[in-house]
């Protein structure tokens, strides 16, 4: 993956300076904005790719570099008092009733219209724009969350390691779901390559990254973290059983639509575990950090329906919700 075009004077700043040689001082962050703002969304997506898989075109040493480290985090200082505009903070819960708050905000949320959309009335074009939004995280399923493991001890720390397991594939590349994503782009006649549609995608979607990112490299946040993991897993099961369906509606064969109906089963167990072991765990343990858990499992939630806002309205007046043209078909083996 090398660097995308840029967005605006944040990315065009410091996309210059992560061409040269680390070590090259950044200035003040020249533009601010929230949520919506493709500029800083971009911006903070590179500086978090470091973390990952990188880019080609950058220098590997530019990862704990203390000038891009600052201009970072005045850039997530943004990002935070965004999330604290839009997201409620939950009413406070006693740490031994952190499971049932949970459960109560996941049923309260009565999720976006995406999945119900997909499975009954988009055509093969929507469905492949709606892989290419998700292809942001699920070609690195796991890995923000992943950074809890050493962040945690005892019971809540078995349970992440159980839920990551699971996620790659018990040891098993085949069945890692990054790998499982990568089989559905293919069969979709998308390019499987990691980040091959950065480019492409809005701020909605790279905030969703970003916000895990956030809470994933941060160990003040960790209890976010794991509450963001939980209310993934609980809501995870139905609208993965419409996704599949709809794939299945448009010629999806076993093998594309394997990803969607893997998460169907998988995490109606991982709900369970995430909920009673890891977060009412850790919420046992550390009972001032009950109410980051809820207030992670919120910022989730409301990401999840800010973003499905902005695509819905696209697809349901014919339009794209992708940056640019149409994605053209790949090699893939398109239904």
């Known amino acids: 993956m090398r660097l995308p075009p840029v967005r605006g004077p944040i990315t065009e700043l410091l996309f210059d300076r992560l061409a040269a040689r680390p070590g090259t001082p950044l200035p003040g962050v020249p533009v601010a904005g929230g949520l919506d703002d493709d500029d800083l969304q971009l911006a903070l997506f590179a500086c ?46 006693a740490a031994g009733e952190v499971r049932r708050a949970l459960g109560r905000l996941t ?16 055509d093969l074009e929507t469905f492949r724009e709606f892989v290419v939004h998700r292809s942001i995280y699920h070609l690195k399923e796991a890995d923000p969350h992943t950074w809890a493991i050493p962040r945690l001890s005892g019971g809540p720390k078995a349970a992440l ?38 480019a492409r995608v809005p701020a909605a979607t790279l905030a969703i990254s970003n916000v895990m990112s956030l809470f994933g490299l941060h160990r003040r946040l960790r209890g976010a973290l794991l509450g963001h993991l939980a ?21 999806g064969d076993p093998e594309t639509a394997r990803f969607f109906e893997e998460h169907v089963q998988a995490d ?7 909920a009673n072991d890891m977060c009412g765990g850790f919420a046992a343990g550390h009972p001032e950090l009950a109410g980051d858990i809820l207030y992670g499992a919120a910022c989730a939630l409301a990401l999840e329906r800010r973003w499905a806002d902005q695509v819905l309205a696209c697809w349901e007046r014919g339009a794209g919700s992708l940056r640019g043209q149409p994605v053209p078909a790949s090699a893939g083996r398109a239904p």
Do not use: K
């Open 48 to 93: 978090y790719e470091l973390h990952y898989q990188g880019f080609d075109d950058v220098d590997d040493a530019w990862e704990w570099e203390p000038a891009l480290l600052g201009f970072r985090r005045v850039l997530e200082g943004e990002l935070e008092r965004a999330l604290a505009a839009a997201v409620p903070r939950p009413d406070p819960a």
């Open 107 to 122: 049923c309260a949320d009565d999720g976006p219209g995406v999945s119900l959309y997909l499975q009954r009335e988009a």
């Open 161 to 198: 390691v159980e839920i990551q397991a699971d996620e790659y594939g018990g040891g098993r590349r085949e069945r890692m779901h990054s790998e499982l994503f990568r089989a559905t782009m293919r069969g979709l006649g998308l390019d499987d390559s990691y980040g091959a549609y950065l």
């Open 231 to 251: 209310a993934i897993e609980m809501t995870s099961s139905v609208p993965n059983r419409r996704y599949a369906t709809g794939l299945r509606r448009l010629g």
């Open 268 to 274: 109606a167990v991982h709900e369970q575990i995430a």
